[in-house]
C-alpha cells in the first residue's frame, strides 16, 4: 500500500544524497543524509481534496482534507506533492493546485498549531479511532463513524480528549479528524 511513498520518499533521500556526493564511489554516512523534517514546508489547502496513497487519481484515497488546513510538504512529483504528518498518520499525496504556501514566519505556523483547541461539543469529520491515550502507540479503545459528536475536555499534543457517553473512561482522538460542532 504505501510501496510509492516508500519509494518517493527513497528517491528524495537518493537525489539528496546525489546532490551532496555526486558520482563518486564515495558512500554517504546515513548521518550526513538530509532529515526530511527540515526541507518541511508549512503549505494551506485552498479547496477541499484528496490525500493518496500516490501521485495521481489512480491511487486510493487515504482520508479527505478541508480546506484552510495546514499541511507539511515534504517535495513534489510530477503536478502532485508528498506531504506528510508530524502526528505519525499516514503520508500521500494531494494535487498541487489544491494548497499554497502558507503566509507568514514558518515558526508562527508551528506556533499556531500547536495551539491548544477549545473545550466544548465537536464532531468526527471521518470514520476514526479512540486511543487510551493521546498518540498512536496507544491502543484503540473505540472505532467512531464520520459526524459522530464528540465532547472535548482537553488538547494534549494534537490529540483531543473525549468524554464517554456511557460512562466509560476518556478517550483520544486525532485533532485533525474533528471539528467545532455546528449546534
Known amino acids: 500500500m504505501y510501496r510509492n511513498l516508500l519509494r518517493t520518499a527513497c528517491g528524495f533521500a537518493a537525489a539528496a544524497a546525489f546532490a551532496v556526493y555526486g558520482c563518486g564511489n564515495k558512500t554517504p554516512e546515513l548521518k550526513d543524509l538530509p532529515d526530511l523534517n527540515d526541507q518541511t514546508k508549512p503549505y494551506v489547502t485552498t479547496e477541499n481534496t484528496k490525500l493518496r496513497t500516490g501521485p495521481g487519481p489512480r491511487f486510493r484515497v487515504i482520508t479527505d482534507i478541508n480546506r484552510d488546513a495546514r499541511v507539511n510538504v515534504v517535495g513534489r512529483d510530477g503536478e502532485w506533492v508528498l506531504i506528510v504528518s508530524k502526528k505519525g498518520n499516514a503520508p500521500g499525496y494531494i494535487e498541487m493546485a489544491s494548497v499554497k504556501p502558507a503566509v507568514g514566519d514558518v515558526k508562527d505556523v508551528k ?45 494534549d499534543k494534537g490529540w483531543l480528549k473525549v468524554e464517554s ?8 482522538v486525532d485533532a485533525t479528524l474533528a471539528k467545532p460542532a455546528v449546534e
Open 111 to 155: 506556533e499556531e498549531a500547536a495551539a491548544p483547541q477549545l473545550e466544548g461539543r465537536y464532531q468526527a469529520v471521518a470514520d476514526t479511532e479512540v486511543r487510551g491515550g493521546p498518540g498512536l502507540h496507544y491502543p484503540v479503545v473505540a472505532k467512531i463513524a464520520k459526524g459522530t459528536k464528540l465532547n472535548v475536555v482537553e488538547e
Open 165 to 172: 457517553k456511557r460512562g466509560n473512561k476518556p478517550g483520544y
